[in-house]
């Protein structure tokens, strides 16, 4: 055998090796981060049996929170949708003055912290905030209310929809809209008929991370809300309550709805990526 198929038969045998390794220890990683977490909520939540599990999830607060959780997402999603629209659409079909700092306003939420987004709210609309005045004279109440919970869902889901399409949007370019101009079309024609099947699948990308990131806040939720129990409190808010006192069981139980909603955003998410794969 010759020194090149040599080299050649143990280039092989080191890249076979190699790509074994790194694919066990993804595995590793896989098994150890996620899995393993996955299957400590499920077996502690089920610890005390399944009449437990079920007190702990239908229990009058964890209702509430469910429900102001499902509020949240509910308001929240379609609004970033609209806006994540028209934010994509300005950035990638027009050129103006002001567009990278548009841009760079759409990544904020990025780079500040959750938490300091809801302390800027209670700055802004608390008791003794700049508008808290005007909002007391106008009996309105925004902080530990539900109107701060979704303004602070808003903030930290601002960015995924409006990064999903900017991207897509450009590089399709312009081409087949300006063709629907001069065919006659209508500015809403052009976008039902030629922009909206074009960016469909992405569309619905950024609204299942949009989702999911609405339901899993926690951050920017837990300043503004005040914590009352039954009526300001979202899922992983009355999930902290219960582990703080020491009711395990229930916390882990009512934390197993997160993982359902988690896992169905999982499965949501890779069949719309397998979805655009085919585009």
Known sequence: MSTLAITTT???RERRWGAI???AAAWLAFL??????LGVVLSEALKQGYASFFTAVLEPDAIAALKLTLLAVGISVPL????G???AWCVSKYEFRGKSLLVTLIDLPFSVSPIVAGLIYVLLFGAQGFFGDWLAEHDIQIIFAVPGIVLATLF????FVARELIPLMQQQGTQEEEAARLLGASGWQMFWHVTLPNIRWGLMYGVVLCTARALGEFGAVSVVSGHIRGFTNTLPLHVEILYNEYNHVAAFSVATLLL???LVMLLVKQWVQEKKGMI
């Not at 150890?32 to 977490?37: K, R």
């Not at 970033?80 to 806006?83: D, E, K, R, Y």
């Open 156 to 159: 930290v889901t601002v960015p």
């Open 32 to 37: 150890f981060f996620l899995v393993l977490p």
């Open 80 to 83: 970033n949708l609209v806006f």
């Open 10 to 12: 143990g280039l092989a």
């Open 260 to 262: 359902l909603m988690a």
């Open 85 to 87: 629209l028209a934010a």
């Open 21 to 23: 390794s790194l694919i």
